[in-house]
């Protein structure tokens, strides 16, 4: 675990400064991945088409 005297240390500034860039990656990959998921599940087109309840 990591303690810094303030808010004012470098190691905190340069600590939150890495985690506000990792959080807008992580924003950024989503929303990219949720539009081709759409896409792709209206291509496959509905999951019970090809279900067989023949017993």
Do not use: H
Request: overall charge negative.
């Amino acid at each position: 675990m990591v303690k810094f005297a303030s808010a004012d240390d470098n190691g905190f500034k340069r600590l939150l400064g890495e985690l506000v860039r990792w959080e807008s990656q992580i924003e950024q990959s989503t929303t990219r991945q949720i539009p081709q998921a759409i896409e792709e599940a209206r291509i496959a087109g509905p999951a019970n088409t090809s279900f067989n309840n023949y017993g």
